[in-house]
């Protein structure tokens, strides 16, 4: 199975249309299958009075400044995303964004869009659900800082207000930037998949790229990670976000797992082993010289590669045999030179 693999850029483009045009490019030349950044209107999602999050003041620098000034500067207008997904397309990347709100959930319908994504924050907003359950499109919802009982009335609401269940994913998600290993409680994913009969898959804010790698052993369908040209840059995700080229060892290590967990289950040799076995395998020698008709005891005989001759699990039954010819010493038994 492939791993649909999300390169998150989010608001790392610090509101300038020239670094989200790198970042595209950084999510294309890493192999990506999306680039995804945010759809909001900072008077829709938050009050001008709304603090900030801790990680946010802290990777900001910034505790003067409120999260609605914070967001009001990260926006994207109109003309943003239009020239921003041409441009990706053009890089031969897709395209999309997490919309925030009503208005952006419709407006990135009508422009285009061909997958949905429900940030972890918006997994109890009704009219919200309600409307992207309405779009008919793929959806991927997020479930940071969610319990059972909140993911199973999203996905009932979602269902309820049309959303096909095959064109859902769950993505099991940590919403602190950056997730302390010890919260990542990974085997949650599949214990959703368990519970809802979902897709499954895994959103990343953890530092490096270990623990998406491991999601997709577990059985990951989606990846999403937040990524940056620069992690000093200023900006509340660059911390937690990995730079192009661990975005591409992180592609890279995925589709390798991907390879690995990909064969039939079967222990058995493989292609590319099956020459290995004469050279890696012993088979049973003779330590000094046997004159024709001398018995074969077990101080006469060693275990030595290559493995091409008698096993040595056939060690018990040569012994006590005689040999029909003159045998050097180092010489690699075969059934002929063992009387019957």
């Known amino acids: 199975m492939r791993t649909l693999i999300i390169a998150e850029a989010g608001v790392n483009h610090n509101g300038d249309i020239e670094i989200a045009k790198q970042l595209i490019v950084s999510a294309a030349d890493a192999g990506a299958d999306y680039v995804k950044f945010q759809t909001f209107k900072a008077e829709k999602i938050v009050s001008y009075k709304a603090k900030k999050a801790d990680y946010q003041s802290l990777n900001l620098n910034d505790d003067q400044i409120s999260q609605y000034e914070m967001l009001k500067r990260l ?8 020239e921003l997904k041409g441009y990706a397309e053009k890089q031969g990347i897709k395209f999309t964004s997490s919309p925030f709100d009503v208005e952006s959930i419709n407006y990135l319908q009508n422009i285009g869009i061909d997958l949905f994504k429900c940030p972890s924050g918006e997994i109890t907003n009704y009219p919200y659900l309600k409307a992207l359950a309405q779009t008919g499109s793929k959806l991927i919802l997020s479930t940071g800082m969610a319990n059972y009982g909140e993911i199973e009335s999203a996905i009932q609401l979602l269902i309820e207000h049309g959303l096909k269940k095959e064109n859902l994913t769950v993505l099991h998600c940590n ?3 950056p997730t302390p290993m010890e919260d990542v409680n990974l085997h949650a994913m599949n214990s959703i998949k368990a519970a809802f009969d979902v ?10 790229i270990e623990v998406p790698t491991a999601a997709v052993a577990l059985g990951a369908s989606v990846i999403e990670k937040h990524f940056t040209l620069d992690r000093t840059m200023e900006g509340p995700d660059h911390v937690a976000s990995l730079e192009p080229n661990e975005l591409k060892d992180m592609v890279r290590a995925i589709r390798n797992i991907e390879k690995a967990t990909s064969g039939s289950g079967i222990k058995e040799v493989s292609p590319s082993e099956i020459k290995n076995k004469q050279i890696a395998r012993k088979s049973i ?21 290559p493995g091409d001759g008698i096993s040595p699990m056939e060690w018990e039954r040569i012994l006590g045999k005689k040999v029909t ?4 010493a180092n010489h690699m038994l075969d059934w002929r030179d063992i009387s019957n």
Do not use: A, C, F
């Open 285 to 305: 020698h003779i330590i000094k010289p046997l004159k024709k008709g001398e018995e074969i005891i077990e101080s006469n005989l060693i275990s030595l590669r």
């Open 199 to 208: 897709n499954v898959g895994y959103s990343d804010h953890t530092l490096g």
């Open 325 to 328: 010819t003159d045998l050097e």
């Open 175 to 177: 919403t602190q930037y």
């Open 75 to 82: 926006e994207l207008s109109h003309s943003d995303h239009i």
